[in-house]
């Protein structure tokens, strides 16, 4: 009810959003082509090297082309899955086996829509300093003040208390008259500037208050990420079941099962960094981060989790037991061909680029880096926008390096660690935080004693993991022998 949404911003949030989907869907196309360059270069073989752009020509600008063959590789793979016959099996269920693909692209693109993937600035708060007796009246007051004596009434007022009640969002005009009145107040007595001058500025600054963000201010930021993601959960089991195959069935529960479990462990994670931020806004978040330095100094082991808790959403090695071809062939997946299979990958590796954003704003500061905040104008707002994508390529690439580092878990395995590993790991998490906030032992040095606890933790965990007895591999087999010898009873293990 503050903020001014002129037509300049409404064009430029338009073009931002029509740039961010047509990148999504080729920066998808050509991270498919990377994570085959880097199991090529893992396995030491070559990879895709023949669908590329060379001409044959031996002069400028042909010559730049020449060794970058497979670029044209994700544009043969699109036309082919373009092409091909859509088969449908016979016996499924058809409105839910075509609604699946729909459903896993349709949920990581609207993840998208509140995660920031450019330089952002939060919008200033609005802070309750009324007192009982300001609160009291405004549930008596029944006629609305005309536009003067709300002026004279927010000059005049001297009545506020020193600690807010937390950010406020006035009901009524006379709830929001009362609001600013003890918010000037307070201003005044400490020396500081008003909301409505704050607002002012914000308002005032057109380029510095383009939001790189597709719905900039929501304050639920990261619960409707959260709430969004766990739907995917959906397409995977829908698919499997719909398939009416028996390997799919297994992946799609599997995948039910392993997608609730880790979603626990993720949340809980994240509990911690609200605490200490006090907001679920992800624009305020990056702010906090530029200001007191990013999360992942101070809670170590709060993304560490959640970094392993994305693996397990995103279905990528060494969580991929709903696809597993060595066991269900394909998973979840395996009766789709043509742009229905194109659609599962789309949606997973758009997955993959919304939980890569996410993680770089929630641990990573976003934006930031030293100095980078200081740069005026457009010239900051493309260094911010380069900063961003290089931490998120990063952390894709870390997606794809692991896929070729560690083997697949068994599904009791799987289980076990989110149960028994990152559930207890992530209340200790959170307990640390609890601790530091409420009894404050280290005054300004408070977030280092968090790093210290965590990083403690971590190990004591890896100890006691180490230390545990190894549990055995298969149950007990009884063997009896021979009748012709006798029973003899052997317990092999």
Known sequence: MYFEFTTFHLVVTLILIGALMAVIQGTCAYLILAERKISAWAQDRVGPNRVGFDFGFNFFPFTLLRGMGGLGQPIADGLKFLLKEQVIPKNVDKIFYLMAPCIAVSTALLALAVIPFGPTKAAPVLLDYRTEEMLAEVAKRTRPMTPE?????????????????????????????????????????????????RIKLYNSEKLDRVQFVIAPHVDIGVVFVLAIGSLAVYAIVLGGWSSNNKYSFLGSLRASAQMISYEIPMGMSLLGVFLITGSLNVERLIDYQVEQGWNVLFQPLACLLFIVSLFAECNRVPFDLPEAEQELVGGFHTEYSGMKFALFFLGEYTHMIATSFLVVALFFGGWHLPFVGELPGVAGIVVKLLVFAVKMALFIIFYMYIRWTIPRFRFDQLMGLAWKVMMPLALISLLIVLFVQHFRPLGEYDRWLMTGVSLLSLWLAAVVSLRMPKPPTRAPITYVGHPIHGVRRLSVN
């Open 149 to 197: 004596e709300q002026e004279r009434f927010i000059a005049e007022n001297n009545e506020y208390q020193e600690t807010p009640r937390g950010a406020a969002w006035p009901a009524t005009e006379t709830e929001k008259v009362y609001l600013l009145a003890a918010d000037a107040a307070h201003a005044r007595a400490n020396g500081t500037e008003p909301f409505r001058e």
